[in-house]
């Protein structure tokens, strides 16, 4: 197979997806429901269709044609998300880490579905997103005295121990004792002061990427967003385990990338994903799945850092995405009319439409249609008016 085929994208209605997303930026049906992610690629949970076919299947087919040496599978899933409410706090192994806890769970006889299972597979799930609107979450640990800052903004007495450890121990000693008291049963009066401090705080009416909202006067964006999931999951520890992590907010066309380790939670917006095609989460909060603390302990990068936002490099008319892994990069064609993107062939590429409509060849996209490339199609030509996300496999530098 050497031309781009239509693919069929797998929607997941998870309950914390928008009913009304979707159909407004793509003009799909809505179905009062959530619609949470729209998948596309070779994941076997849910793998986008081809004339009817797999994708899955047809790379078994021909796994030289469709994928090429970054086989013998498709090494990146890409996605749209629509957030209209949290995703749980969590973290992802590295390629070790998941070896290991696939094989012990493997071992204990687990099987794959199990709701208790954690390592579904052996692999690393590293990811990228990239703003479609404003979207916002929680990425990375702040350093400890910004989060002792915020604490005692808070004004409960009941943390005191808390805010006294992020200002005296080192900062990694101190984010992970700190982090792991307050996932701890034991600290559920604290837990309890702080919840009830955060939902006196007004109800916010900020926009989707959390802005400030200046019509009250209770703070800045950062208590409103944690007030809110104060409210969203009363009792759930994540709430209070949340104040530790940077609040991000990207405008479209920003992108963050988020590595092994590191703590996140996304809270709203719509963006386009990008990840390793692995399904291993490890979750703590913010969430009624399965939560494995011991095990996101070992697994958490307790380092103070802000988010790594990827800054998109000029080639050839695009915006290049390059994060430091090899699994996937993502490139961004804005389309003008009378414009053409010369598209290199000999690696496995989906293309997403985000936006208006484009040509791959003769294969025409409509907004929020895609496409699969195989390795074996020669290079092509993208034209029309709009924009067109590019997944493929990564250069793996980190230059963009």
């Not at 008291?181 to 002061?193: G, H, Q, V």
């Not at 307790?302 to 000029?314: A, L």
Request: aromatic share 6%; charged share 20%; glycine share 12%.
């Amino acid at each position: 197979m050497t031309a781009p085929m239509r693919l069929a994208p797998v929607i997941q209605p998870y309950a914390w997806g928008s009913p009304t997303a979707f159909p407004e930026l793509f003009g799909t049906p809505a179905t009062g429901e959530p619609q949470a992610e729209m998948w596309m690629g070779a994941h076997p949970a849910a793998p986008s269709t081809a004339g009817g076919v797999p994708l899955t299947e047809l790379i078994a087919r021909d796994p030289e044609g469709m994928v090429g040496p970054s086989g013998p599978g498709l090494p990146y899933l890409l996605k749209v998300l629509a957030v209209d409410g949290p995703l749980s706090l969590q973290v992802h192994p590295t390629a070790e880490q998941a070896q290991a806890g696939f094989a012990r769970e493997e071992a204990a006889g687990m099987p794959i579905d199990d709701p208790a299972r954690t390592y579904r597979d052996p692999f690393p799930k590293p990811e990228m997103v990239c703003a479609l609107t404003p979207f916002h979450g929680l990425c990375g640990f702040r350093p400890p005295a910004e989060a002792a800052d915020l604490l005692e903004r808070l004004n409960v007495p009941e943390t005191t121990p808390w805010v006294q450890t992020l200002r005296t121990r080192p900062a990694t000693e101190a984010l992970r004792q700190v982090f792991q008291d307050m996932l701890s049963d034991d600290s559920k009066t604290p837990r309890e002061a702080l919840e009830q401090a955060l939902t006196r705080i007004p109800a916010t009416t900020s926009t989707p990427d959390g802005r400030e909202d200046t019509t009250h006067g209770a703070g800045s964006t950062e208590i409103q967003v944690y007030a809110e999931l104060a409210r969203i999951y009363p009792g759930d520890p994540g709430v209070t385990a949340a104040l530790l992590l940077n609040h991000v907010r990207l405008q479209p066309g920003e992108a963050i990338f988020l590595g092994a380790g590191v703590p996140h939670a996304y809270l709203g917006g719509v963006a386009v994903e990008i990840m390793a095609n692995s399904d291993n989460v490890l979750r703590c909060g913010l969430t009624g799945k399965h939560r494995d603390v011991p095990e996101l302990m070992r697994i958490v990068d307790f380092t103070p850092s802000p988010p790594h936002r990827i800054h998109p490099s000029t080639e050839g008319g695009a915006h290049g995405y390059h994060p430091p892994v090899t699994q996937f990069a993502l490139v961004r064609h804005d389309l003008a009319q009378g414009s053409a993107h010369t598209v290199k062939g000999g690696v496995p590429q989906i293309l997403l439409c985000a936006e208006g409509r484009a040509a791959a060849g003769e294969l025409g996209l409509r907004a929020g249609e895609s496409a699969f490339v195989p390795a074996g199609t020669p290079g092509f030509t993208l034209t029309g008016e709009g924009t067109v996300f590019r997944a493929l496999p990564g250069r793996g530098d980190g230059a963009g």
